[in-house]
């Protein structure tokens, strides 16, 4: 009988996976991997939803200068006390002058300086305007329509933190002292690859031509979690192809999607063990258990498989996690926790990190199928998902269960809560190290 060719040990062709990495191992190698790509200055107005490569810190007192908060008359609150509507004071009207002369008063508009002296601003409807004069029927308070010098931010007080996008409000507290380019972290070049289709490479289908489900959903999620997309190839085919998308320089990040399970064509681990390294093959989560991780150099690549539903779960876990990290965001899954009751039973397999999409309907969860079942439509249909951890054999109807919310994006995440079925409350859940 002739020899059979060796075969790579990282080769699980018609084979099978021997065995699966733990969810906190893959973690763990994401996170060692995750390194921060770098800052560049760039224009407050396309600053929005960046991450600032350090806090923002007051580079002066906000406001700068006692400052009127109200449309009305700069004056000394105590030449107000005693005037009511039987005994107006008159105050002579000084225009707008560095001081303040004595029993006088500034018209000033909101955001004006007051004049030195001044402590108060007398609104119009306490005010009766003559030529030359204005007459006070009410006392007016110290502070009152004022806006203190170092009132809202002294030098050096942290103001915006770096660890979350900029919102509009941040651009505005930042252009309010005259600044117009900050320096934010880069964003990290991620480059994904798609395979080539089993179905259109098939004998049995050769003229179907399927939709590219993968690509726009990959995509969207880059771009949520902060990273640049560089899509390079569609329909890559071959070890040799697709290893030499893989190597090409240029790229933070590689998503290589596609052909990463156990057939015979499956090649996408092995095309990454040629250009580098192959450090895992094979995760115990579900879906999204032929996910694969290595590098090329310094970089990083995630192999994802073809299976949309499966690349949706392996990507928020993974591959979003490292992008996030990259781009200086929270590692966590970029959505708000809710917790809920679960409607009915969820079985699961001990040894796995399952996921089971939910509809939430009154405060309850209502499971919606099997972790690998149901594909997108599942998904476009649930309000969100709980992960059942490997240690459970699933959950008991009545159980308080975390659900991650898919239409509550970043936030940061909700933190654990004590005694949550299915939740320890530190950074993990039960011991996977998903949350920290």
């Known amino acids: 009988m ?5 075969r790579s040990p990282c080769d699980v062709r018609e084979e099978g996976f021997a065995d699966r990495a733990a969810l906190s191992v893959a973690i763990a190698w994401v996170d060692r991997h995750a390194r921060i ?9 396309a600053a929005a939803g960046r991450i600032l490569a350090q806090p923002f810190l007051s580079p002066a007192d906000l406001p700068p200068t006692d400052t009127a908060v109200n449309d009305g008359y700069a004056l000394r609150s105590c030449e107000t006390v005693g005037a009511d509507s039987y005994n107006p004071l008159l105050f002579c009207l000084q225009d707008y002058e560095p001081a303040l002369r004595p029993f006088s008063a500034t018209l000033v508009t909101c955001g004006t300086p007051l004049p030195m002296g001044a402590d108060a601003v007398a609104p119009f409807d306490v005010a009766q305007a003559a030529p030359g004069t204005v007459s006070l029927i009410s006392s007016v308070a110290p502070g009152e329509g004022v806006n203190l010098q170092g009132q809202e931010a002294s030098r050096g007080a942290p103001l915006i933190e770096s660890s979350r996008p900029l919102r509009p409000s941040d651009l505005a507290v930042i252009a309010s002292f005259g600044i117009k380019r900050v320096s934010v972290i880069r964003r990290p070049q991620v480059r994904i690859i798609l395979a080539g289709n089993k179905l259109a490479a098939s004998k049995l289908s050769p003229d179907l031509k399927p939709a590219d489900a993968n690509g726009p959903m990959l995509r969207a999620q880059v771009l949520r979690d ?3 997309v560089e899509l390079f190839r569609y329909g890559v085919s071959g070890r040799a192809a697709l290893a030499d998308c893989i190597a090409r320089p240029g790229a933070d990040v590689v998503l290589l999607c596609g052909r990463t399970g156990t057939g015979l064509d499956d090649v996408a681990p092995l095309a990454l063990a040629d250009a580098g390294t192959l450090s895992l093959h094979g995760i115990a989560v579900s879906p999204g258990g032929s996910t694969g991780m ?21 990507y928020d876990l993974f591959a979003g996690r490292l992008i996030r990290n990259l781009s200086g965001r929270p590692s966590p899954l970029p959505y708000r926790i809710h917790q809920a009751t679960l409607a009915r039973k969820i079985v699961s397999s001990i040894g796995t990190v399952e996921l089971c999409r939910v509809r939430l309907v009154a405060g309850e969860a209502i499971p919606m199928g099997s972790a690998d079942s149901g594909g997108l439509t599942s998904v476009a249909r649930a309000d969100g998902f709980l992960l059942i951890p490997s240690t459970l054999e699933g959950y008991a109807p009545g159980a308080i269960v975390d659900v991650y919310t898919y239409d509550e994006v970043w936030g940061p995440v909700d933190a654990p809560v004590d005694g949550a079925a299915g939740g320890a409350a530190d950074d993990t859940v039960e011991g996977e190290g998903i949350r920290r």
């Open 226 to 228: 902060g990273g640049a």
């Open 294 to 314: 290595g590098s090329i150099g310094q970089v990083p690549v995630v192999l994802l498989p073809g299976s949309p539903l499966d690349c949706l779960f392996a």
């Open 37 to 45: 790509s770098g800052a560049e200055s760039v224009a407050l107005d």
């Open 2 to 6: 002739p020899d059979q060719p060796q």
